[in-house]
């Protein structure tokens, strides 16, 4: 996949693009069907299949005092876009002069006068631009005259609920981790560099990994039965999302014990992918109750792992 992170690098061979814009974060199970029929509509006219997205995420630019947590990085958010199949990534960048563009002249300027754009392709109720004027009526009005077609498709979901960044935030923020992967497709994950505790764990019996985790969110504080992917490999463990109230910590952590596993990760890269919740985060009266609590956390989260269904990831 070609990223281009401007317009003056967007390539000049795009000709015949079908098109999708918008902010896919978290890259959902309704952003992978768009990005499907972009790929299938590209496929059967011979022309490029391109993603249109924006760094930072608007709500970050328009909204920078409200708590707004991305559930992928970006460098996430492009790899997930690559494994769909997508021929060109075009990521702008936004700011609140570029928010204040009319519509109608990013249409003509960019997605016609740059991308060479075919047909468009967009989500159900999708909007952009100056005061969200980019409406699928505007847009079929000058696909008329610009000669280009708008697709948009009905909302997309599994019956339970629609594919949405909204619900899988709110997923992650209750622990439903579970329901998180029946909207992504696969289980949320976080990663980072492993970095130096307090070495609690190792004293106890059970090392932990401390992930310095680059995802904004976090699901919900608890014990979860968690994948751990190093280079190359993947373990089952155990994993706490918390601030130690047993230690009266202050931050918030992410520390993963790697079940019959025994080596220095220490500034390796691990990402930690959540399967299920096993309980709430507590704070124990001493160090001997929370060891037997955490023996019968890995005991659970054995048995867990051992019967669910592997990993989902998007290249599986």
């Known amino acids: 996949m070609i990223i281009r992170r401007n317009m003056d690098e967007i390539p000049a061979g795009l000709q015949g693009a079908v098109v999708t814009i918008g902010n896919f974060d978290g890259v959902h199970l309704g952003h992978r069907e768009i990005f499907r029929r972009v790929c299938s509509a590209a496929f059967e006219t011979g022309g490029s299949s391109v993603v249109v997205t924006f760094i930072p995420h608007p709500m970050k630019v328009l909204a920078p005092d409200r708590d707004f947590r991305l559930i992928t990085t970006y460098a996430e958010k492009e790899r997930l876009i690559g494994e769909s199949g997508i021929d060109c990534l075009i990521t702008l960048p936004f700011s609140r002069e570029f928010a204040s563009i009319p519509a109608e002249r990013f249409v003509r300027d960019v997605l016609v006068g740059r991308v060479h754009m075919k047909r468009l392709i967009i989500g159900y109720d999708y909007a952009f631009g100056r005061n969200r004027e980019g409406d699928v009526r505007l847009l079929r009005r000058l696909g008329e005259e610009l000669g280009f077609g ?4 009905e909302q997309i979901g599994n019956g339970e609920t629609g594919f949405s960044s909204s619900a899988v935030r709110e997923r992650l923020t209750a622990g439903d981790v579970r329901g998180v992967a029946r909207l992504l497709g696969r289980h949320f994950s976080v990663g980072g560099l492993v970095v130096h505790g307090f070495h609690r764990g190792r004293t106890i019996g059970f090392p932990t990994s401390n992930v310095q985790v680059e995802e904004e ?18 373990r089952d463990g155990a994993c706490n999302v918390g601030d130690n109230p047993t230690f009266h910590a202050s931050k918030v952590t992410v520390e ?25 985060e507590r704070e124990f009266p001493d160090v001997h109750a929370l060891t037997h609590a955490i023996r019968m956390d890995v005991a659970r ?8 269904a592997p990993v989902i990831r998007d290249d599986e």
């Open 256 to 280: 993963a014990h790697i079940l019959d596993f025994d080596g220095d990760l220490y500034d390796k890269r691990l990402r930690v992918h959540f399967v299920d919740r096993i309980r709430d």
């Open 301 to 308: 989260c054995r048995e867990v792992l051992r019967t669910s």
């Open 150 to 153: 708008v697709d948009m498709l």
């Open 217 to 234: 969110i976090l699901p919900l504080p608890g014990v979860y039965a968690v994948k751990v992917e190093g280079e190359g490999w993947m």
